[in-house]
């Protein structure tokens, strides 16, 4: 059983492509600006050729862990590139797995909500702040009407160890920022549910290997702001020397986002033994895989 893992050089993409090596699992993998060994170049916003790469690789399992830079501002002031790359790709790859009896596993977000009722359970009700919450629900959508095997995994606050990264998830950030500087604003009113990508790997994995198709909540198991987590993070580096100051109310110029994005994983514990680890355990794999 061949698996396609799509963005397999990005923060979750990395994991999928271990956890194939560990288990053995036949894959290709894609790339897109950077040259990496062994991968295959792909473009999602060349909707046209996604069909054609497909067929080549004839994936049984298609995995899209590509991530768009820029994230929630590039949506939003480059709406229709959002638009192409959320919805529109996720069309046609949807419609391929379709007309060839392929599963297919998108990553979607806590910003499907609003933030103002968590905890969240799969089927709570949605109400995207921004367009980057709208596009995702949208593909969300697409999938759950026109597939049977399918994994959509909403998740948040994804970290791990990636020197290589171009696109830094916020524990990266932390520890780049305080390399070259002895401060740092954090926002202490951004709430949820740190995520190691090795974990919501492994639990999409275990989801598709044991044929448990459907609408998941895969997140680390405590729920912290930002502010804490960064400030537990520099006391386990031994960062020392080092301020981070908490910032208590959103700026006036923030795209709109759940602040308090708490998400239920108690449907995906019910079918997976798979450990989401809570801030602790997670920072630990952080810390010991950057002193190498
Ligand atoms: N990270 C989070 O906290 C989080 C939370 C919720 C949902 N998600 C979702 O999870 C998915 C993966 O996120 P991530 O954080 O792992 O992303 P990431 O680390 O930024 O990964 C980016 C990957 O996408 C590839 N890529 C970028 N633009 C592309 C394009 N136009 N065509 C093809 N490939 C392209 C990159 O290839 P090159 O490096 O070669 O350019 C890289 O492999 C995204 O859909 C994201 O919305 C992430």
């Known amino acids: 059983m061949k698996y ?21 699992i036949d894959y290709v993998g894609t790339r ?8 295959i170049p792909f473009n999602q916003l060349e909707l046209d050729k996604i069909p054609k790469v497909f067929d080549e690789v004839s994936p049984a399992v298609i995995i899209n862990s590509i991530g768009l830079s820029g994230g929630v501002n590039f949506c939003e002031n480059n709406p229709e590139i959002g638009r192409k790359y959320h919805v529109e790709a996720t069309k046609v790859m949807v419609d391929w797995c379709r007309q060839n009896r392929a599963a297919f596993v998108y990553i ?15 089927e709570d009700k949605t109400n995207p702040l921004n367009l980057y919450g709208e596009l995702k629900l949208e593909g969300e959508q697409y999938i759950r009407a026109n597939l049977e095997h399918y994994v959509i995994a909403r998740t948040t606050n994804v970290f ?9 998830n916020f524990l990266m950030h932390l520890v780049n920022t305080l390399k070259e500087k002895d401060r740092i604003k954090v926002p202490g009113f951004l709430y949820g549910n740190p995520t190691y990508a090795g974990d919501l790997a492994a639990g999409i994995m275990d989801l598709i290997e044991h044929k ?7 997140v680390g198991s405590e729920y912290i702001n930002r502010y804490d987590w960064a400030v537990k993070c520099i006391e ?5 020397g080092k301020t981070i ?6 700026p006036t110029d923030m795209v709109p986002r759940p602040l308090k994005s708490h998400l239920d994983t108690g449907k995906f514990r019910q079918v997976s033994s798979i450990k989401l680890h809570n801030v602790e355990e997670g920072l630990r794999i952080f810390v010991n895989a950057m002193k190498g």
């Open 212 to 218: 448990h198709y459907g609408l998941y909540h895969i």
């Open 108 to 122: 979607s977000s806590d910003y499907v909500f609003d933030g103002e009722n968590p905890p969240y359970k799969e």
């Open 245 to 250: 100051e908490k910032i208590e109310t959103p």
């Open 160 to 168: 791990a160890w990636d020197l290589e990264t171009q696109t830094p």
């Open 4 to 24: 396609l893992i799509l963005g397999a050089n990005g923060l979750i993409g990395q994991q999928f492509v271990q956890l194939c090596k560990e288990k053995s």
């Open 236 to 240: 386990m580096a031994g960062l020392k």
């Open 32 to 39: 897109y600006s950077r040259k990496a060994e062994g991968l």
